[in-house]
């Protein structure tokens, strides 16, 4: 850790395969940390590194329930229940010129599952290991069945942040929730700010699940997995209560919903969306509800996880003039150029 007047704290954490924590709450932190800190953070990807090659299968390599390894959890001096964590993304980069991806059975949007039962046999399972060329900002995809190769660019997101749940619980990192989790939404990437509402003393932050990019829904399951090495600026916001994860970018507005069924998903990140205009602009709820239906525009994030989650997202430029949370997303994206 480093400390001056005249430059930001900065904990830089390389976890060994021992330290990483699997479940968001139950896990003590490893490190405590001052509002503003800047962290340096390694993370691996869902499998823990184990899938290299199209033999290495997932059931083979893997022992669940130690996939989604998370760097953290990080104690935050002063968070309280009821208060708010901003997490800015500085950076989101590429350790490795491989991403793996696979299909997994009983799991994914198109198959049978274990909540959706049926007769007929799972889908097999499979491997792609995609080519990242990390200086042109690539993803080279190349098919199992027959000789094409397609790219597409480069948008490393995280998968997995979040902080411990309440009411004592703790709940696997497969699972996003209120604390947040694998929400698995592309909105997680470099340059926005993530807004947690704190459930525990301390907060109790973790990330993880970097993708180097991800269709929105990721449909099979699985994105193009790899390491990541992430740079964040964690502050807090006092007395600010945040009920389900929120995101603010340059341009949008974000709110994210996780349950099941998709339609309960939906129904939170738009309520959501519309009690935050409500509370920020100075709009009824009505008035917002209006606007939002006509305004919004609604990704999906993940159908697959234990939970779905959809995305509603609102260009700010067609929102009356305020400061979302004082302008600390502006201010934050200040202190990230101040780093480079």
Known sequence: MT????????????????EYAW????VPPVARIAPGTVLDVFTEDCFGGRVRTADDLVSRVCEFPYVNPQTGPFHVEGAEPGDTLAVHFVSVEPRRDWAASTTVPLFGALTATHATAALHPPLPEAVWIWELDRERRLCRFTARDSDHTLTLPMEPMHGTVGVAPANLEARSALVPDAH?????TPEMRAGVTCYLGVNVEG???????????????ETCG?????????????????????????????????S???????EDAFRISQLDLVQWLARDFGLSEL???????????????????????????????WLPPAEVHGGLHAELRRR????R
């Open 23 to 26: 479940t968001f709450g139950g």
């Open 222 to 254: 699985v994105a193009v997995e790899t390491a990541m090495h992430t740079v964040v600026i964690v502050e807090l916001l006092k007395g600010v209560a945040t009920p389900w994860p929120r995101i603010e970018s340059d341009t949008h507005l974000i």
């Open 3 to 18: 400390d001056t007047a005249d430059t930001p704290r900065v904990l830089t954490v390389r976890p060994t395969a021992q």
């Open 203 to 217: 907060a109790l932050f973790s990330l993880g699940d970097g993708h180097a990019r991800q269709g929105e829904g």
């Open 256 to 262: 994210t919903g996780s349950a099941r069924p998709l």
């Open 287 to 317: 008035d917002a509800y209006q606007f939002v239906t006509q305004a919004v525009e609604s990704p999906l994030a993940n159908v697959c996880d234990s939970n779905y989650t959809c995305v509603a997202k609102l260009r700010k430029e």
């Open 180 to 184: 947040g989790g694998n929400m698995d």
């Open 336 to 339: 990230a150029a101040a780093l």
